[in-house]
């Protein structure tokens, strides 16, 4: 083959995945608990567990103020679809047969409530996420990836001890506003999206945001990236199809490595 038969692949022939349609309820909820499932075993695969706490919720397509989520005391690294379970707004199990985390309720509902455009809620105890929440600080710009939250999360400046109580999950929500997360002081983060595959990758990414920030302080002093370079940046790369198309990579390991997930 000659250089000059070598042309270029028409643009509409060439693959590129986007968030798909559905034709039914029961399709899109399927959907929703198998990204569910699978962003739960991708946190338990980055060692975002600490014993029972943490969740991921994603809102029911048909009962909108219902949710499902992991059952509590379940490892993350276990969790199937069928484990999953659907919550009312009272906190209360109407589909599944495992006992429902009391924070999660008391955080995610309120969350899911304030928040009629979000699909998903994820928070969890990661490391980093723990120290920086540690500081009582906000992500800076200080690399490409952290652009994705520059002016798009918040602090929640306070901590009270374990959140059991629907107030302080409204308070959580208030302080997170219009963003994709939060950072709960002395706790860790809390990140949200239009799908559960953006939330899932916004926690990820902010994970890994935390760590780069405290090791970049603790090397020496740091450069940011200027307010205009970072606003375009957020720009480019900080809306939730973005964090969709970012996860998928993730979701073809986990599906290609545990596919009982699915079951």
Excluded at 100 to 117: E, L
Aim: net charge negative.
């Amino acid at each position: 083959m000659s250089l000059s038969d070598l042309q270029p692949v028409p643009a509409d022939q060439l693959t590129f995945r986007l968030p798909p349609k559905f034709d039914t309820v029961e399709e899109e909820r399927r959907h929703r608990k198998e990204r569910l499932a699978a962003a739960l075993r991708l946190f338990g695969r980055f060692g975002f567990e600490e014993g029972v706490a943490g969740h991921i919720t994603a809102r029911d397509p048909e009962h909108t103020d219902h949710f499902w989520v992991n059952p509590f005391g379940m490892s993350f690294k276990q969790i199937k679809v069928g484990d999953l379970i659907l919550v009312n707004h009272e906190g209360q199990v109407v589909e599944g047969r495992h006992h429902v985390n009391q924070a999660a309720f008391a955080i995610h509902s309120m969350v899911h409530q304030a928040r009629p455009d979000v699909v998903a809620a994820a928070h969890s105890h990661s490391v980093y996420g723990k120290a920086l929440s540690a500081l009582g600080t906000l992500l800076e710009p200080l690399t490409q990836d952290a652009c994705a939250f520059y002016e798009d999360h918040a602090l929640f400046d306070d901590y009270t001890g374990v959140v059991v109580e629907t107030e302080e999950g409204r308070r959580i929500a208030q302080a997170l506003g219009s963003h994709k997360a939060v950072i709960l002081r002395n706790h860790g983060l809390l990140t949200v999206g239009d799908s559960v595959e953006a939330a899932a990758w916004w926690f990820i990414t902010m994970e890994r945001s935390c760590q780069a920030q405290l090791a970049a302080k603790a090397a020496g002093p740091t450069v940011p990236i200027s307010h205009e370079n970072a606003k375009l940046t957020h720009g480019q790369i900080g809306n939730d199809v973005v964090g969709w198309i970012n996860f998928q990579p993730l979701l073809d390991q986990i599906l290609a490595s545990d596919p009982d997930l699915l079951d």
